[in-house]
């Protein structure tokens, strides 16, 4: 067997390795495995080699976007009566068409600009569950697909305070981005890492809405759940990252609860910790940073903040960490003394974190060196 | 079992916005208490652990919280939606309802 004569001292994360494996031709995924085999570094990661060829297979078994819509029909088992394909023509139902395309505005996003095919970055179908119960006003990721209620479609029009959940396409983004997370950085669902991770889905629902509507930073409403409160509510949205806190004030339903900076930080046992509640703070981190930069939030806001949440984040988290690993990300893409890293320190600062970047960067990829060796093997390398 | 008082808490959700009631068991209509009553016996709730955690939450899941006022002594249980005993289910339903409709009359 010929030996190819590149040595690649280093260990390859797995992500990395998928990311070749899915951008690769077939000739360069050869090349990458063969070298890989032969270098001395590999011996004993036959783990990370597995998943390389199994992810050189499930990429090559599926062919990207794939959604499924089922229907509940107002009961609780999921995920239901399978209602509409991937190709499908729209149906009659508006609920079932909203999952479906907001479904494939979220793939889109995360494909065409962060290079991600789907949730598990595996090529994972995008499966939807619409009609759940009866008189259900909230919107939620399972673990293993989203499942949206009706709001409070068994009360009289006079007193509804809740729309469907698909209504709002920011909501589609916010639950698929769950997925995401809990495929990356696994943010713990309490206290500031579910805040971190609420946010997280919050800042991509909301990209998603953005792309959508192709707007610049500076058109966008920066509003999460649009339209999903009924007339006789008092209110905009559920939350807006622009001005947390603000979204509504409502005899109701109350005053929207969310600090917009770390001096209104709010404890609390309610909520996993307030999860929901404290995300306003990171929320309007990326809101400035974004506004900052001017442009397509998605762009370079939207990077930073992706490779952040992929490469970057742990399980345990918390603002300050978000703070400075942004900051990181964007000197690695950017540039260190970019404006870029200026925006996201800026972002941070009017939440009230400082962001701190003397510390030297976690070793969470071993030497980027490496990295590009390899890339430039196969003929991948990032553009400069 | 013979209970004064129930205080009835659901937070987060996708919208995160709090739904709450106090219910005085002498404010309300006989069978509606005796519904609440039979439902309580039913879960043997006084056995139940403070915190249901049977998993990791789900995102954006409810979140409950009970608490039984009786003869002065309180139990309160803590449940994520993932990890609510099928038993319990028709309880939240009924406190949700009530929850819905004190809401409705603060203002
Ligand atoms: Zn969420």
């Given at each position: ?167 709002a396409i920011d909501?589609?983004g ?31 629902g909301s990209l998603v809405k953005q792309r959508t509507l ?6 966008a ?164 | ?107």
């Open positions: 067997m010929h030996t190819h004569n590149h040595p690649i001292n280093c260990i390859v994360p797995p992500y990395m390795l998928e990311d070749i494996a899915t951008k690769g031709t077939k000739s360069q995924r050869e090349l990458a495995i063969r070298t890989l085999k032969t270098s001395e570094q590999m011996r004993g990661q036959r783990r990370a080699l597995a998943d390389f060829s199994g992810a050189v297979s499930r990429f090559a078994a599926v062919g990207g976007k794939e959604r499924i819509v089922y229907d509940a029909q107002n009961g609780s088992s999921l995920p239901g009566t399978p209602v509409r394909n991937e190709g499908d023509g729209p149906t009659s139902d508006v609920t079932v068409n909203e999952a479906y395309d907001g479904s494939g505005a979220t793939y889109d996003l995360f494909n065409d600009i962060y290079n991600r095919n789907s949730i598990d970055a595996k090529g994972m179908r995008l499966d939807s569950t619409v009609h759940y119960k009866k008189g259900y006003d909230n919107a939620f990721w399972d673990g293993e697909q989203m499942v949206y209620g009706d709001g409070d479609e068994n009360l009289p029009v006079s007193e509804r305070l809740f729309n469907r959940f698909t209504i909501i589609i916010h639950e698929l981005t769950h997925g995401v997370t809990q495929f990356e950085a696994k943010l713990v669902y309490s206290q500031q890492p579910g805040a971190l991770n609420e946010s997280m889905s919050d800042v991509f192709n707007q610049r930073a500076d058109e409403d920066w509003i999460i759940g649009a339209g999903l409160l009924t007339e006789n509510v008092n209110g905009i949205g559920i939350r807006t990252m622009k001005a947390p806190g603000t979204a509504y004030d409502d005899p109701v339903l109350g005053k929207d609860p969310q600090p917009g900076h770390m001096k209104d930080y709010v404890n609390t046992v309610s909520d996993n910790g307030g999860v929901h509640i404290n995300s306003g703070i990171p929320n309007r981190a990326f809101y400035v940073t974004a506004m900052e930069l001017g442009g397509y939030a998605w762009e370079k806001a939207g990077q930073i903040w992706y490779v952040t949440l992929r490469d970057k984040l742990g399980a345990n988290s918390k603002f300050q960490d978000c703070a400075n690993l942004t900051y990181l990300t964007a000197s690695e893409l950017y540039g260190n003394g970019s404006l870029e890293q200026k925006a996201v320190k800026k972002g941070w600062a009017e939440v009230g974190l400082t962001v701190d970047g003397s510390t030297p960067p976690p070793t969470t990829e071993p030497g980027d060196g490496c990295l590009s060796s390899l890339l430039r093997l196969i003929g991948a390398a990032p553009e400069k | 079992m013979y209970i004064d008082k129930i205080k009835f808490e659901r937070t987060g959700g996708f919208a995160g916005i709090r739904l709450a009631a106090e219910v005085d068991m002498d404010d309300i209509p006989e069978d509606q208490k005796r519904e609440i009553i039979r439902l309580i016996d039913e879960t043997d709730f006084d056995e139940l652990p403070k915190k249901l955690s049977g998993k990791m939450p789900m995102p954006d899941e409810f979140v409950y919280s009970i608490t039984v006022n009786s003869r002065g002594k309180e139990h309160a249980v803590l449940a994520g939606e993932s990890s609510l005993p099928n038993n319990l289910q028709p309880l939240i339903e009924v406190l949700e309802r009530i929850a819905k409709i004190q809401m409705r009359k603060q203002d």
